[in-house]
């Protein structure tokens, strides 16, 4: 399914919304979601290493007055009365799959001019995952509200993104490297691959950890994606972080006419505390 804009307007377009206007979705922007959910023509490249994936909505006025008061976001979000709730089976490669589909639904929400936030750490799991009927063998990664929104950010909001930084990005030269970990890649070399990896470098990510880090081989157009390796509170989300900058990539690559495949091909060298994940490799 198609997006009425640019992938390179919506990425820079995109941007977490953390207060609403208290409605409930309009039902043409309901059944457009809808459509998204299925995910007819979207091929996660985690696809075959992965379990299924499913995403529905689901709305506040079901929950019971009691449960209103366990959603677990903390103030942190006001005013969503809908959700879209995921849950993936376990697998090797589950956090990376839901990454990429549920920015892919983000990436809809955005067209259609509906606000969203990636939620993996504040929000009740337990609750949210029996509005879907969550089975044993699955988990719940993150959520995101959707909805309309304020034009202006209240208060808390605007400290949580001042706290986050939100909208600050490292720096190329500590993102991308060429040929081993001390050679930064310059962007000037490689053509369209530069818009690519620009739009990576824009990508969301837990606490704007920012935790990916990409290595160019020399001679060639391969790229292959990593993530850093966190302890603690940041720890399960890494691998959410890079199926969410491979939906970048990709969707970016197809835009723009940018051929190769992804593989899974992990080069012999020390990581450095990175966690290989997937290649990509240009023809």
């Known amino acids: 399914m198609k ?44 696809r075959e290493e992965a379990g299924k994936c499913r995403f529905e909505l689901v709305a506040v ?12 976001t903390y103030g942190l979000i006001k005013g969503a009365q809908e959700f879209i709730v995921g ?50 063998e699955e988990i719940v990664p993150a959520i995101t509200p959707i909805g309309t929104y304020p034009e202006k950010r209240r208060l808390k909001e605007r400290v949580v993104r001042k706290v986050v930084k939100a909208d600050q990005r490292l720096p190329w030269n500590q993102l991308f490297f060429k040929g081993d970990w001390d050679t930064p890649l310059n962007q000037d070399a490689i053509g369209q691959y530069a818009t690519l990896l620009e739009m990576v470098r824009l990508g969301p990510s837990a606490g704007n950890k920012q935790s990916w880090r990409i290595l160019k081989e020399s001679n060639r157009e391969i790229y292959h994606f990593y993530h850093l390796e966190f302890e603690g509170n940041y720890r399960p989300f890494p691998p959410l972080d890079i199926g969410i900058v491979v939906c970048h990539w990709d969707l970016t690559a197809e835009e723009l006419g940018v051929v190769g495949k992804w593989v899974f091909n992990q080069p012999e060298m020390i990581s450095r505390g990175l966690t290989y994940t997937i290649t990509w490799m240009g023809e």
């Open 3 to 46: 997006f009425s804009k640019s992938i390179v307007e919506l990425i820079k377009e995109r941007t977490s919304r953390r207060t609403y206007d208290s409605n409930l979705l309009e039902e043409g922007a309901k059944k457009s979601m809808s459509k998204f959910l299925k995910f007819d023509d979207i091929k996660s490249p985690f």
């Open 61 to 72: 006025p079901e929950f019971d007055p009691k449960e209103k008061r366990k959603l677990g």
């Open 87 to 136: 849950a993936v089976e376990r697998s090797p490669y589950a956090k990376e799959h839901f990454g990429f589909l549920m920015e892919y639904l983000i990436f809809a929400a955005t067209d259609m001019g509906l606000g969203t936030c990636w939620l993996g750490g504040t929000f009740n799991r337990g609750l949210f995952g029996s509005k879907i009927n969550v089975k044993p």
